[in-house]
């Protein structure tokens, strides 16, 4: 690692904390301002499906075109422009009497919701290819780490206003805002720097060019399938449990808290020792399998306690991300990180549409039976069958990649 490097990870790591602290805070309180606005669950489900849908939308255009422009311009100014963007969204949801406004608050976020996208391809920037799936597990448990402290402090906030939470968040993008343009370093030296191919920076060409990347193809349809998974437990969990077992934004707080800390357990601790014993590969498989059980049990619990314990028992399932992220990149040109990034994170992003759009009505189906009738968790279910997708078509990209690579070498 350069010595920009080693200047320019610290700082980058602490932005990127800060910023999902404020994202964090807001997370177990949507659904309860919401449904201060409206009465009956399935309207509810409607709404709170509608907004994370529209972030999902404005980011899933934004992504790849940030990426690109920080590939051209450097990840400095993009990163500080995206923080900017994320305070005035808090901000507006914090202060806004109508649905409609959030509305528009959380496209204006989505738009902006570049900063994970950028800071992975600063991690790029400094990182060697050998050390970057460590690299960027570092990056997902400081990621962890806003969503620790953001849930758990946006839980007791919410038991004075459901719009203090929103308030504070903004006040940190704001912190955040001011470190990021005093102490950030540039990672990116002008004689890496791209030109913007605004062919590759559509979202849909973008995700088309990933598949095309030797050593890649397939393996693009495994991260859709995990993604779409892990967002349909991320957009419905504060509703589900809310519905299932009467939890409010301090019990979903805490809840997210102890996500947030397998997670960093996962991927600063155990994501080390899984990559060196077994390689990315081998790492990804395990998580897949992990978690394709772990949703049917979350789909199968009829009691509060029984979350946690799944939680705790998917650990493995924390390091899919990373693992995938770091073959992906390690197959790219170095020129090119901040574009091949922005569309892995579109990928997020239209999952981010499709799956409270898919997941919410579902919910919305379900609301009115007993919370003890196993239909209540279909959304886990069909998580726990996007999950089984995504292992199997892993294993045998893996295979089929693995004997290429032995038939060649017989060659």
């Not at 559509?202 to 995990?226: C, D, E, M, R, W």
């Not at 992003?349 to 898919?358: E, F, H, K």
Request: with cysteine; glycine share 12%; hydrophobic share 55%.
């Amino acid at each position: 690692m350069s010595q920009r490097g080693k200047a320019g990870l610290p700082f980058i790591l602490v932005t990127v904390f800060l910023d999902m602290l404020g994202f964090g805070i807001v997370i177990p309180v949507l659904p309860a301002l919401v449904g201060s606005m409206i009465a009956d669950k399935p309207t509810q489900a409607y709404w709170y499906g509608a907004l994370l849908a529209s972030y999902g939308l404005a980011q899933f255009f934004s992504a790849p075109l940030l990426g690109a422009v920080s590939d051209r311009f450097g990840r400095r100014s993009v990163l500080l422009i995206s923080i900017f963007g994320l305070g005035v969204n808090f901000l507006i949801t914090g202060l806004s009497p109508w649905l409609w406004l959030l509305l528009v608050s959380r496209l204006i976020g989505g738009a902006s919701g570049a900063s994970y996208t950028v800071a992975g391809a600063y991690i790029a920037d400094i990182t060697t290819p050998e050390n970057r799936s460590r690299s960027f597990g570092l990056l997902g448990a400081v990621f962890g780490l806003g969503f620790i402290c953001g849930p758990l402090i946006g839980g007791v906030l919410a038991a004075n206003s459901l719009r203090l939470p929103y308030l504070v968040a903004a006040g940190l993008a704001l912190l955040n805002w001011i470190y990021g343009y005093f102490i950030l370093p540039e990672s990116l030296p002008k004689d890496r720097r791209t030109a913007i191919d605004f062919k590759k920076a559509n979202p849909l060409a973008a995700i088309l060019a990933l598949t095309k990347i030797q050593g890649i193809g397939s393996l693009v349809i495994v991260y859709v399938f995990t993604v779409f998974a892990q967002f349909l437990l991320q957009t419905t969990w504060v509703l589900y449990t809310s519905f299932r077992f009467g939890w409010g934004p301090r019990d979903n707080g805490i809840s997210l808290f102890v996500v947030g800390i397998v997670g960093v357990v996962a991927q600063a601790g155990l994501l080390g020792i899984l990559l060196k014993r077994l390689g990315d590969k081998r790492t990804a498989l395990i998580g897949l399998a992990s978690s394709s059980i772990a949703y049917l049990f979350y789909g199968l619990a009829f009691q509060g306690w029984m979350m946690y314990a799944i939680i705790l028992a998917n650990i493995l399932g924390f390091v899919i991300n990373p693992a995938l992220q770091g073959i992906v990149s390690k197959a790219v040109d170095p020129r090119h990180q901040g574009i091949t990034l922005g569309s892995l994170n579109s990928i997020n992003s239209i999952m981010g549409v499709i799956a409270p759009l898919i997941g919410t009505p579902l919910l919305a189906q379900v609301s009115g039976l007993p919370p003890t009738d196993f239909r209540v968790g279909v959304v886990f279910f069909l998580g726990a069958l996007a999950q089984a997708c995504a292992f199997v078509q892993a294993y045998f990209h893996f295979r089929k990649k693995r004997l290429g690579v032995s038939v060649a070498e017989a060659a």
